[in-house]
Each structure stands twice: as structure tokens, then as C-alpha cells.
């Protein structure tokens, strides 16, 4: 699927709730008491000496001085908290760390999260979906809508769940993937890019998921640095690559793809903050 495109900077019209939605979440986000909520529901999760103290600090510190801040889970939840989204697609899913600011602050959402569960991801097992669904459980007793698992390299599964390529035997093999879509919304109200971070790959993720981000729902878009996986040396893989397009100009920075989307997207609103802990970029479409 393309991206789709507009030379014209400026929204002439966006749509009254789209409106609302980006009046909501810029009141909220950043704010102490759902920074404090934030982490309240980061500390409930399960363990992670690795990556956990150092966020719930920064939070807290955050909370403590009294000052607007976020990053990932604290804009999710934010999002979450400002617009009850009906509907979220989660690229990356890891531990569940985003996943549950989401459910905790919308008890309808339905879920779906798209995760390739590697091994020892960020230094710490990746355990998969029986590990993560309980701790949804656990954190957000009080969410009642489904959270759908779609395990595997997100530059399959999510062509086969938008069948936005023909459908043959590969694609029939990946039956829970496809039935999966066929049931959900036709758009999402709130979708983060999170998973794989080489620049091409996150190109793919944004490229498949931009054109199903509903009128007034949010674009969360992860890890805004000056540096992207190539530089590690990982290369991207999908069983669609020889179709699949990337603008020419691609650098091994996802920094430089979140300017590039600012500068393509037309009739979307962007917030964006590069002080965090992580820098994170947010994408509203108005239109
Ligand atoms: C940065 S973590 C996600 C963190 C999570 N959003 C959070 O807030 O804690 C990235 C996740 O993406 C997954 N991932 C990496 N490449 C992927 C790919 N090509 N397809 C699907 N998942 C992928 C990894 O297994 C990992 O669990």
C-alpha cells in the first residue's frame, strides 16, 4: 500500500472529531497524573532489571518536579486517556509495556498486537503471547475488549491481515492472520510503530499501517534517533520485498523517516518530543 501523499502543508478542513481528539491529547499528554499512572502499571508488570528501573525513574522524577514528559507508554496511555480509541494495532508489543497504558485507559479498545517475539530482545526474554496476555490480565483487570495476537515477521503478517497482496498459498497458510483481518475494523484509532528498526523495515510498517489510521486517530511512531538497525547491520526481511517501494532518498535514520513523513503526509497535525527518555513523534490525522 502507498502512503498517500499531498504537496499542500496546510489542512484547509479537518474533520470536528479529529479536531477534538488533538485538543484532548495535547491537554493531557505529559502530564503528571498519568505519568504517575504510567507508572503505576509499569511497576505491576512482571520484572525487567534491565530496562525497567530507568524509565520509572525518569517518570517519577517527572512527577516529582511537577513537569510535562513522555515518551512511549506515558503518550500511549495519554492517547488512550484522551480519546477511548475503539480500535489499536501495535507493531512491537515486547513484554507488553505499551499495550498495557492502552487497555488500562480504554477498557472497550480491541487489540491487536503484531510481534515476531524475538529472543532476548533488549537484553530480556521475550516470552511471547500466553506471558503477555497474562499480564494484561493482571495490570488491566478491568479491560473487556478482545486483544488479538498475530505472531510472526510484521512484514508478512500485515499485508496478509490488510490483503493488500493476492492471496495464495503462503497467504492461505497464514490462516489465523488472515482471519483475524477479515474480521477487524476497517481502521484504527490508534496505531504504534514499534518493531522492527531498521529504516527500511519501519518504512514497511509505516507504509502498511498509514492508509488504515482512522479520521481523529493517532499515529505513534517510536525511536526518533539519528540512527537506524543497518547500522548494526540487520537487513529487513518480507516475502513481498521485490514489491514493495521506499522513498530514494532512505537514510539508516529514523529520525530522517519521521521528517520525511512530515514533509509527504498531508492533513495530518504532529507532536513530537526529542527531550525524552526516547524521542517519540505522534502523527494525528485531521483529515
Ligand atoms: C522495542 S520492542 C517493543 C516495545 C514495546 N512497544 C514497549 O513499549 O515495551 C520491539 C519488538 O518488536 C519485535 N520485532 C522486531 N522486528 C519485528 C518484525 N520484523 N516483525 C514483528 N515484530 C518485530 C521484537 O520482537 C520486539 O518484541
Redesign the pocket.
Given at each position: 500500500m502507498t502512503i498517500p501523499m499531498t504537496t499542500t502543508a496546510s489542512a484547509p478542513v479537518a474533520s470536528p472529531r479529529a479536531l477534538r481528539n488533538l485538543r484532548a491529547i495535547r491537554a493531557v499528554i505529559g502530564s503528571p497524573a498519568l505519568n504517575g499512572a504510567t507508572a503505576d502499571t509499569l511497576e505491576q508488570l512482571a520484572p525487567d532489571e534491565v530496562n525497567k528501573p530507568r524509565l520509572i525513574e525518569w517518570l517519577r522524577e517527572g512527577v516529582a518536579k511537577n513537569e510535562r514528559r513522555f515518551e512511549?507508554?506515558s503518550a500511549l496511555r495519554a492517547i488512550a486517556h484522551a480519546t477511548q480509541p475503539r480500535s489499536y494495532l501495535?507493531?512491537?508489543?515486547?513484554?507488553g509495556?505499551?499495550l498495557a497504558q492502552v487497555l488500562a485507559e480504554s477498557p472497550e479498545v480491541e487489540a491487536y498486537s503484531?510481534?515476531?517475539?524475538?529472543q532476548s530482545?533488549?537484553g530480556v526474554d521475550?516470552p511471547g503471547p500466553g506471558f503477555v496476555r497474562d499480564e494484561m490480565h493482571r495490570v488491566a483487570p478491568h479491560h473487556r475488549g478482545a486483544v488479538h495476537f498475530l505472531s510472526g515477521?510484521?512484514?508478512d503478517t500485515l499485508p496478509v491481515f490488510f490483503q493488500e497482496v493476492p492471496i495464495g498459498a503462503a497467504e492461505l497458510d497464514d490462516e489465523l492472520v488472515l482471519r483475524t483481518g477479515e474480521a477487524a475494523p476497517r481502521m484504527f484509532d490508534l496505531v504504534?510503530v514499534?518493531?522492527?528498526h531498521t529504516a527500511l523495515?519501519t518504512w514497511w510498517d509505516l507504509s502498511d499501517v498509514l492508509p488504515y489510521v482512522s479520521i481523529g486517530g493517532a499515529l505513534v511512531f517510536d525511536d526518533l534517533v539519528h540512527s537506524a538497525d543497518e547500522l548494526l547491520g540487520d537487513v529487513?526481511s518480507s516475502r513481498y520485498a521485490q514489491v514493495r517501494t521506499h522513498p530514494e532518498a532512505l537514510r539508516p535514520s529514523l529520525l530522517w523517516l519521521w521528517e520525511h513523513l512530515k514533509e509527504v503526509l498531508g492533513g495530518w497535525e504532529f507532536i513530537e518530543s526529542f527531550d525524552s527518555i526516547v524521542p517519540i513523534g505522534i502523527a494525528v490525522r485531521m483529515r
Open positions: 512511549i507508554r501495535e507493531i512491537g508489543t515486547r513484554r509495556w505499551s503484531f510481534d515476531w517475539w524475538m530482545y533488549g521475550n515477521n510484521s512484514h504504534t514499534d518493531g522492527d523495515g529487513p
